[in-house]
């Protein structure tokens, strides 16, 4: 049965196919009729030229041009809505296929992914079916790397707080969210094919689009960081130039359109004073190469622009994009109205500026630049807007931005999890208490939930339990539910209570040739990492320890595991961990410590596991039935 989320979606793909088949049978239409009156004004106008009818064929000319703009003005229109309609087609598969956890295919933030992170590596954040693909719906860099800082940076309560009442209002907007989305998209994608080749422009359009925007998403950080630079420097030089541009820009287009009057005499009347002509030639040659010497003295300026102009455009094309969007919903949370107020259309003006300065080096030099400095006009242009444009209000604008996508993205998984519940956050630190607590990642036809809960400092619960029962899974389902919490996004449970507090995990602890380093060594040092971050730090932690000391001889294992859990009670963390040593069950009468377990049972020689999490040690082996069961003699 199809729930309402997905129904939702079903219905948006249906209805966007037929505006795409509308739309491209319309511009098909249109496309014949533009060749025709195309091919139709260049034979009228050829015509009355022969019959040397001057005022006709000018009006003829000008007659079929208007109606030709018209026309492309039209297909343009058209080619816009086929492109929305395919980007929404895109935007509601992927929500379908988040929902079936079908994440291959989506953004999984790997460019974020960082190995010695507290948790990131061993919970999934970034990587191949990650929690960032199932909740990324960002558009752009700035989006992507706020929602990174969402999922890999503690936020204290206050904060989580005003992002759980800007997600729950952006929730229900779910028609506002994907425009939002989509407009980020179409204009992100126009940007950067805005920048390519015309042969890499025929490769975008004639194959996939999902991965041409994959490969056109740039790294802006450089690029901005270079324009905020020029941007805080003034160009005294340009001054002297002012005065000359101000003459070019009378004389030039008047000695341009006297050239072109000249011509068009010339084909449509007697023979004219060839002589003349050649004057004028060669007084437009003479210009020609007096600008060409401006703007020669000028190339270092145009230099430096073209460096970051087209990289700098791609990036805040999406941004004025999404400015205009979030200009028309109003909003009530606090949170977004003091994030919409700092978009509104003064800053959308400003930014449009720039981009048009932007967009101009985004191409090389051509005759017409030449002919008219329009390098030189814009620079002057330029100089004019440093003035008023403060490099920080960039900052501003990208960081609101930024934050409303990732809001947004939050805001698209929570929609589809309607279930899931908003955590409640606990001012009293050391604070965790879970019912039905699941793993956002695992499909709920196999999902299995468990109750959980541990309070007070220096509280340890330790899992015992069989091979393949279920304890690694438990800690990750504990730590991305906590990422989420902390995020301000509901989460996989049916009630969670939590402190603000951060995450550390000890699990896929790997040797590394290159570093000369044993997995077991790795797993100190993350241990020592651990109490390190401890004494360094305040704030709760909570800690996720997956098979401690795996690497070492049992009686080795036993001394240092028990030293390292007394260590923990006595600190200003709390924490799970799981081990397969029996032997420290008998912790749980000397310290605050809890035991929990995950069985296995022995049915007709064939091992079932439950995955429940139970009171206690546990009771149950299955090393060697696994043995048997793979063929192995026992």
């Known amino acids: 049965m199809i729930h309402a989320q997905e129904r939702f979606f079903v219905d948006n793909i249906a209805k966007f196919s037929k505006q795409y088949q509308q739309s491209a049978k319309q511009y098909r239409v249109f496309a014949g009729l533009r060749l025709l009156l195309f091919i139709s004004g260049i034979a009228t106008t050829l015509f009355f030229a022969n019959q040397k009818l001057l005022a006709f064929t000018l009006w003829a000319g000008s007659f079929f041009v208007l109606i030709l703009v018209l026309l492309q003005k039209k297909l343009n229109h058209l080619a816009y809505r086929q492109s929305i309609a395919t980007l929404n087609i895109e935007v509601n598969q992927a929500e379908r296929a988040r929902l079936a956890l079908n994440l291959d295919g989506l953004d999984d933030g790997r460019a974020y992914a960082n190995p010695g992170h507290f948790y990131a590596e ?80 025929l490769q975008a359009h004639y194959f996939n689009s999902k991965t041409n925007r994959e490969q056109s998403s740039l790294d802006a950080s450089k690029s901005l960081k270079d324009l905020m630079e020029w941007l805080s420097q003034e160009n005294r030089r340009l001054k002297q130039y002012k005065i000359l541009y101000i003459i070019s820009l009378i004389v ?52 430096q622009l073209r460096q970051f102009s087209s990289s700098a455009f791609t990036a805040l ?52 630049d030449i002919i008219f400095l329009s390098d030189l006009f814009w620079l002057l242009k330029a100089e004019i807007l ?138 100190i040092k993350r241990l020592k990492q651990l109490m390190d971050l401890i004494k360094s730090r305040n704030n709760p932690i909570l800690f996720l320890l997956d098979e401690v000391l795996k690497g070492t001889n049992s009686g080795d294992r036993h001394a240092g595991s028990q030293a390292l859990i007394r260590q923990l009670s006595r600190s200003t963390a709390f924490g799970i961990v799981s081990t397969h040593d029996l032997n420290l069950i008998s912790l749980a009468g000397k310290l605050n410590l809890v035991n929990y377990s995950f069985n296995s049972q022995l049915v007709n020689n064939e091992i079932i596991f439950d995955y429940k999490l139970t ?20």
């Open 122 to 201: 061993d919970l999934d954040i970034f990587g191949k079916h990650s929690l960032f693909a199932l909740v990324n719906r960002t558009t752009t860099t700035f989006g992507k790397s706020k929602l990174a800082q969402f999922l890999l940076q503690q936020a204290n309560i206050s904060n989580i707080k005003q992002r759980q009442q800007a997600i729950k209002e952006l929730a229900g907007k779910v028609v506002w969210r994907q425009t939002f989305e989509v407009e980020g998209l179409y204009y992100k994608l126009q940007a950067a094919r805005k920048s390519l080749s015309i042969f890499a422009k």
């Open 252 to 303: 030039l287009p008047l000695s341009f359109c006297t050239f072109t009057y000249l011509f068009i005499v010339s084909i449509t009347a007697d023979p004219i004073n060839i002589i003349q002509i050649r004057k004028w030639l060669i007084l437009m040659n003479l210009v020609y190469l007096l600008n060409a010497m401006v703007l020669r003295s000028l190339r270092k300026n145009r230099t």
């Open 317 to 368: 094309v999406p941004v004025r994009a999404l400015m205009n969007v979030v200009n028309k919903q109003p909003f009530k949370s606090e949170l977004l109205q003091a994030l919409s107020q700092s978009l509104q259309k003064e800053a959308k003006e400003e930014l449009t500026k720039l981009l048009v300065i932007l967009n101009h080096f985004t191409r090389n030099s051509t005759p017409k």
């Open 386 to 523: 440093k003035k008023k444009m403060l490099p920080s209000k960039i900052t501003a604008w990208t960081e609101a931005v930024g934050e409303l996508e990732a809001l947004s993205s939050l805001a698209g998984y929570a929609y589809s999890n309607p279930s899931y519940p908003y955590p409640c956050l606990c001012e009293e630190p050391f604070v965790f208490q879970a019912k039905n607590l699941g793993h956002p990642l695992i499909h709920p036809d196999k999902r299995v939930t468990n109750d959980f809960s541990l309070s007070g400092e220096g509280s340890v619960g330790l899992i015992t339990g069989s091979n393949m029962a279920g304890k690694s899974t438990f800690l990750r389902t504990v730590g991305v539910n906590s990422i989420l919490a902390l995020a301000g996004a509901p989460v996989c449970a049916s009630s969670l209570n939590i402190s603000s507090l951060l995450v550390f995990t000890s699990m896929r602890t790997e040797d590394n040739l290159s570093k000369s380093t044993s997995s077991f060594l790795a797993e």
């Open 615 to 634: 009171h206690g040690p546990c009771h149950t082996a299955n090393a060697t039935a696994l043995m048997r069961q793979m063929g192995i003699v026992v």
